[in-house]
């Protein structure tokens, strides 16, 4: 005979009720139910169908917030590719309006090239309208261009001497005003080319907003 086999276990004897001294129950063994009355069965039957309902709906409900989560990375996606269409057609646009700007303005400046002195002299007024001498400098001082200045001139009060010098190469409409206390300049490039410098900032800066509030 092998040493080394296990002894056979033996399961202990439950007497399934156990009493203390002065008679009372202090434990039982539950006993297994065999038999079911119909009411039981049903009841039985409910309880499952119950909790397979309730299954059933949590599995429902976690696979509806799976595909809501799911629906919202997806808009999230497309709305930064929306923002990003978005930024570059709002961009094209503004580039484009500066374009169409820009050739309206040239178009205008060589119908009344003399438009911009005369607004400059105008809003001026009080400025010149003591100075002893003023100094304009243009492309081509012609004679209609003088004439449009000294009655500018004249209107804010001025009395003193017009000087009109010539800036060979300047811009149709550019000009400068120089007097004594101060000078005043113009050219269309430069206006247009700081008006596109601005709007791009402004672009830049919704940009960056948006980043940081997303």
């Known amino acids: 005979m092998n040493s080394s086999t296990n002894p056979p276990q033996y399961k202990k004897f439950d007497f399934g009720t156990v009493y203390d001294t002065g008679g009372r129950v202090t434990a039982t063994t539950p006993k297994e ?31 509806q917030a799976q595909a809501v989560q799911a ?26 309006a500066l374009v169409c700007a820009q050739k309206i303005a040239a178009q205008a400046l060589e119908l009344f090239p003399e ?46 001497a017009i000087v009109f010098r010539d800036q060979p190469g300047g811009h149709r409409g550019a000009f400068e005003i120089q007097w004594p206390e101060g ?19 402004v672009l830049l800066a919704e940009a960056y907003h948006k980043q940081k509030v997303g």
């Open 33 to 63: 139910k065999k038999f079911y009355t119909p009411e039981e069965v049903e009841a039985i039957r409910q309880q499952a169908h119950t909790q397979g309902e309730l299954s059933a709906m949590a599995r429902a409900q976690m696979a």
């Open 71 to 96: 629906l919202a990375e997806a808009a999230g996606v497309g709305l930064e590719a929306l923002n990003g269409v978005l930024a570059q057609h709002k961009e094209e646009c503004v580039q484009l």
């Open 115 to 160: 438009a911009p002195v005369k607004a400059a002299l105008e809003a001026l007024g009080e400025e010149i309208s003591g100075a002893p001498r003023l100094v304009i400098t243009a492309s081509s001082p012609d004679a209609n261009l003088q004439k449009a200045v000294r009655e500018a001139a004249a209107l804010t009060g001025f009395s003193g």
């Open 183 to 201: 000078r005043a300049a113009y050219d269309p490039d430069k206006v247009f080319e700081a008006l596109r410098g601005a709007l791009k900032e």
